[in-house]
């Protein structure tokens, strides 16, 4: 199919988003640079594609061309339903979260719909931009040409808070030096899958770039990122500045000094996301991952008692398709609420995915973790929620058995939660 299609049709014609680094953008040259570009570069050379790319303004124009036909390939982009009426995608070729940034003063974003006239800037044309005028009409959307106006907005008062890549937010924040911004929060289900989009009267097109984009390894697609971010750093001093200010070492030293802490305090926010499920502010299932291994190895070590509770709010599809996704978040929160509350503080309970919790009850045999089970689900059970119905929860619990590994305790508390809610719900089955 490649050696046909190839021959049949020549160049494929692309259009980018010229102005995106460190993704992607045109140079000076007309060439095409950045992570995004040398994905669909090594994808289209596992295809044996040739592409020929479109120079285009702005990413408005290259998403005017593609409906249009002029180009036949976007080269990374996230699929949304407006663009689902014109392109098909490839499987992601590129993962990265989207995160809220905003000036340093701003309060935290655990929920974005309590935010209330405030404003938040994208770029024009971007996935974000359209989700959350459909998700969150409550914020007032504002647009600008570029990603690096779109901090500066916020950086100068003229926006609250922008919504970008992870990788971005962080790049932009440290070559411009706007070290009065922060990251306030991400959104569970925000995440960038960056895809490659073809026209759909191309639909052979499709197939042969996500064969591609099947055959990147994860080396290839982390050296790639490495390659870029590295060069920028590298290469961004400017000399002629450093010796302009040389004769000035006492200021030059205080604006290092404001950098290596506002940087320091930037990855400490970044681990700190990357440990948080920032719908709950618990912790996420990296989290747990790592707690459960340390206590199991506890528990085999010392020979120690270990249980896992395994929790799953009953009906959840209904409370979000009755009361809608808003009310389904705050439903979570107030679980979460209730359930904390019924543990002990020696317990970890975290989001393991969905409706799904997991708490760790370190020192903890089965009947104890029993009494503990039930006290969530009592508590869960009289809780007064916002939607105004009683809410309820099925619970697995087991404990450690000898020779256990993590995926084994998981396994029998999966299927134990699966006991009770085949057995009524609002209950705790044992395994």
Same mark, same amino acid.
């Given at each position: 199919?490649?050696?046909?299609?190839?021959?049949?049709?020549?160049?494929?014609?692309?259009?980018?988003?010229?102005?995106?680094?460190?993704?992607?953008?045109?140079?000076?040259?007309?060439?095409?640079?950045?992570?995004?570009?040398?994905?669909?570069? #090594?994808?289209?050379?596992?295809?044996?594609?040739?592409?020929?790319?479109?120079?285009?303004?702005?990413?408005?124009?290259?998403?005017?061309?593609?409906?249009?036909?002029? =180009?036949?390939?976007?080269?990374?982009?996230?699929?949304?339903?407006?663009?689902?009426?014109?392109?098909?995608?490839?499987?992601?070729?590129?993962?990265?979260?989207?995160?809220?940034?905003?000036?340093?003063?701003?309060?935290?974003?655990?929920?974005?719909?309590?935010?209330? +006239?405030?404003?938040?800037?994208?770029?024009?044309?971007?996935?974000?931009?359209?989700?959350?005028?459909?998700?969150?009409?409550?914020?007032?959307?504002?647009? =600008?040409?570029?990603?690096?106006?779109?901090?500066?907005?916020?950086?100068?008062?003229?926006?609250?808070?922008?919504?970008?890549?992870?990788?971005?937010?962080?790049?932009?924040?440290?070559?411009?030096?706007?070290?009065?911004?922060?990251?306030?929060?991400?959104?569970?289900?925000?995440?960038?899958?960056?895809?490659?989009?073809?026209?759909?009267?191309?639909?052979?097109?499709?197939?042969?770039?996500?064969?591609?984009?099947?055959?990147?390894?994860?080396?290839?697609?982390?050296?790639?990122?490495?390659?870029?971010?590295?060069?920028?750093?590298? *290469?961004? *001093?400017?000399?002629?500045?450093?010796?302009?200010? #040389?004769?000035?070492?006492?200021?030059?030293?205080?604006?290092? +000094?404001?950098?290596?802490?506002?940087?320091?305090?930037?990855?400490?926010?970044?681990?700190?996301?990357?440990?948080?499920?920032?719908?709950?502010?618990?912790?996420?299932?990296?989290?747990?991952?790592?707690?459960?291994?340390?206590?199991?190895?506890?528990?085999?070590?010392?020979?120690?008692?270990?249980?896992?509770?395994?929790?799953?709010?009953?009906?959840?599809?209904?409370?979000?398709?009755?009361?809608?996704?808003?009310?389904?978040?705050?439903?979570?929160?107030?679980?979460?609420?209730?359930?904390?509350?019924?543990?002990?503080?020696?317990?970890?309970?975290?989001?393991?995915?969905?409706?799904?919790?997991?708490?760790? =009850?370190?020192?903890?045999?089965?009947?104890?973790?029993?009494?503990?089970?039930?006290?969530?689900?009592?508590?869960?059970?009289?809780?007064?929620?916002?939607?105004?119905?009683?809410?309820?929860?099925?619970?697995?619990?087991?404990?450690?058995?000898? +020779?256990?590994?993590?995926?084994?305790?998981?396994?029998?508390?999966?299927?134990?939660?699966?006991?009770?809610?085949?057995?009524?719900?609002?209950?705790? =089955?044992?395994?």
């Amino acid at each position: 199919m490649q050696k046909d299609f190839i021959k049949n049709h020549g160049t494929v014609k692309v259009c980018v988003d010229p102005d995106w680094y460190p993704f992607e953008m045109l140079d000076g040259n007309g060439g095409h640079i950045g992570i995004g570009a040398d994905l669909l570069r #090594l994808a289209a050379k596992k295809a044996g594609v040739k592409l020929e790319i479109v120079r285009t303004a702005d990413w408005d124009e290259s998403l005017t061309f593609s409906q249009s036909g002029r =180009c036949e390939v976007l080269s990374f982009l996230n699929s949304t339903p407006e663009r689902d009426t014109w392109l098909n995608f490839t499987r992601p070729v590129f993962t990265d979260i989207n995160v809220f940034v905003t000036r340093e003063e701003h309060r935290y974003i655990p929920d974005p719909a309590e935010l209330s +006239g405030e404003t938040i800037v994208f770029p024009k044309g971007t996935a974000m931009e359209e989700l959350i005028r459909r998700d969150y009409p409550e914020l007032r959307v504002l647009t =600008c040409e570029s990603e690096r106006d779109a901090f500066q907005m916020v950086s100068d008062r003229k926006a609250d808070m922008t919504m970008r890549s992870l990788i971005m937010a962080a790049y932009t924040i440290k070559e411009k030096g706007l070290f009065n911004l922060k990251i306030s929060g991400q959104l569970p289900d925000y995440t960038n899958e960056l895809r490659i989009g073809i026209i759909k009267s191309e639909p052979a097109l499709a197939e042969i770039l996500d064969f591609g984009v099947l055959h990147i390894t994860n080396a290839e697609r982390q050296e790639i990122v490495n390659r870029h971010i590295y060069i920028k750093a590298e *290469t961004g *001093t400017d000399y002629e500045l450093v010796a302009i200010i #040389l004769g000035i070492f006492a200021i030059l030293a205080v604006l290092v +000094g404001f950098w290596v802490v506002s940087i320091r305090r930037l990855n400490r926010e970044l681990v700190r996301i990357s440990q948080v499920d920032s719908l709950t502010q618990i912790s996420n299932r990296t989290r747990l991952d790592t707690i459960f291994e340390q206590e199991l190895d506890r528990a085999r070590r010392y020979g120690r008692e270990l249980s896992i509770l395994l929790l799953d709010i009953d009906y959840f599809k209904r409370i979000n398709d009755e009361f809608g996704h808003l009310a389904g978040d705050r439903v979570l929160k107030d679980f979460v609420k209730a359930a904390k509350d019924s543990i002990r503080t020696t317990d970890f309970i975290g989001r393991w995915g969905g409706e799904e919790f997991l708490v760790i =009850c370190p020192e903890t045999g089965i009947e104890q973790a029993e009494l503990i089970a039930e006290r969530v689900r009592i508590a869960v059970s009289n809780f007064m929620f916002p939607t105004g119905r009683q809410h309820t929860v099925s619970i697995g619990v087991t404990s450690y058995k000898e +020779g256990d590994t993590a995926d084994m305790m998981l396994m029998r508390a999966d299927a134990a939660m699966y006991c009770a809610k085949n057995s009524g719900r609002n209950r705790i =089955c044992c395994k």
